[in-house]
């Protein structure tokens, strides 16, 4: 490269990282809330349910439960994307998802290289799983994996799983006033299937007896710049500029639990808005019942992108599941996790003082 392609380069990748910041400009910062992360629960939907497994067990001494729906075993794919196709979606003849022992071997070796928490925190945590009788994206084999491995560390009262036998792939919702029909499989993956209420459904299991949801929402839904947890550009980790959190009125004053709910692949705000933020379903459980509902975005990649100079392949905008931003995406040092991480302290940074009157 001679040196004036190199002052190109250098001014393009400033010209870049200024578009950035104009774009994530538009999204003021997220609010210290004084939030406790004593229950913090997670969930999520297709790479939404592997982040969240992945989640739960890298931070396992602080997740106390995962909703998983649609999504298979810690580090099924093995950051092959090859397997993550096959063997931790359509499992065939010599492509079968992992076995639980198999499982429990890779926590145990990551948590070896302290990489992830010990498994042993997994073992007081309760978990709630969801399979569609009509999904064809990510089989029952695949989910029967997971199941395995929870059954492998926790004792069965622990465990909750439910199938609707007429379900696609998607998160099943009362909340969303436009879903689509119980058996689709196509964007925004927002299905009603009778009154099946799946976050209602989960957050119950994961957190004990629920108060009723509310009839309408009163807290509100904050946009947040991501920027500041990345370490990075967001767009390095194919994450959004702009994430949303829910904070119920009464959260404003402190010490309300903390729930993640991860979207799932073609189910940020760049493919279909607000949709999941505001129809999944926990944000009118989350109003009566003290519960902050943070959703941290991920944006669609093809290779190169504005704003970044990395390489990354993640045209659906899914969570990454199989290593397409970094090697270590399934531990604590994975970039998206740490990002994940960086918020929730954020959301539990003690509230300023009230000011003098």
């Known amino acids: 490269m001679t040196r004036a392609t190199r002052s190109i380069a250098r001014l393009l990748a400033g010209l870049v990282l200024l578009a950035g910041t104009a774009q994530a400009a538009d999204a003021p910062p997220m609010p210290a809330l004084g939030a406790s992360l004593a229950q913090l629960t997670v969930s999520g939907v297709s790479s ?20 998983i729906l649609a999504a298979g075993p810690y580090e099924c794919a093995a950051g092959s994307m090859w397997r993550a196709l096959n063997n931790c979606m359509n499992p065939g003849a010599g492509t079968r998802a992992p076995s639980a022992e198999q499982t429990f071997t890779r926590v145990r070796e990551e948590a070896a290289a302290h990489s992830i928490d010990p498994p042993e925190g997994l073992r007081d945590d309760r978990v709630w799983v969801f399979s569609g009788g009509a999904d064809h994206t990510v089989e029952r084999p695949v989910v029967d994996a997971l199941l395995a491995f929870y059954r492998r560390v926790l ?17 099943m919702s009362i ?20 009154d099946f209420d799946a976050a209602g459904e989960l957050l119950a299991h994961l957190l004990g007896p629920l108060a009723p949801r509310s009839a309408a929402r009163t807290g509100e839904m904050l946009a947040f710049d991501q920027r500041p947890f990345t370490g990075r550009a967001p767009i390095d980790l194919s994450l959004a500029d702009r994430g ?9 004053s402190g010490g309300c639990r903390v729930h993640v709910a991860f979207h799932g692949c073609r189910q940020g705000e760049a493919q279909v808005g607000r949709r999941f933020v505001d129809g999944a379903g926990y944000n009118e459980w989350a109003d009566s019942n003290r519960l902050i509902v943070l959703y941290p975005q991920v944006r669609p990649r093809s290779g190169f992108a504005w704003g970044s100079l ?8 899914c969570w990454d599941w199989w290593g397409y931003a970094d090697p270590d995406y399934a531990t604590r040092n994975g ?11 954020r959301l539990a940074t003690p509230l300023p003082p009230s000011p003098e009157r």
Request: charged share 15%; glycine share 14%; proline share 8%.
């Open 310 to 317: 990395r390489w990354v392949y993640n045209p659906k905008g």
């Open 175 to 194: 909340a969303d006033p436009q879903p689509n029909a119980c058996a689709t499989s196509e964007p925004p993956f927002i299905n009603r299937c009778g």
């Open 48 to 67: 939404g349910g592997y982040m969240a497994v992945q989640f739960q067990v890298a931070h396992s001494t602080l997740v106390t439960g995962a909703g």
């Open 335 to 345: 970039g998206q996790i740490k990002a994940v991480r960086a918020m929730l302290e």
């Open 155 to 171: 004792p069965g009262d622990a465990i909750r799983f439910v199938e609707v036998g007429e379900a696609g792939h998607a998160m």
């Open 244 to 252: 949303y959190v829910y904070v119920p009125g009464g959260c404003r």
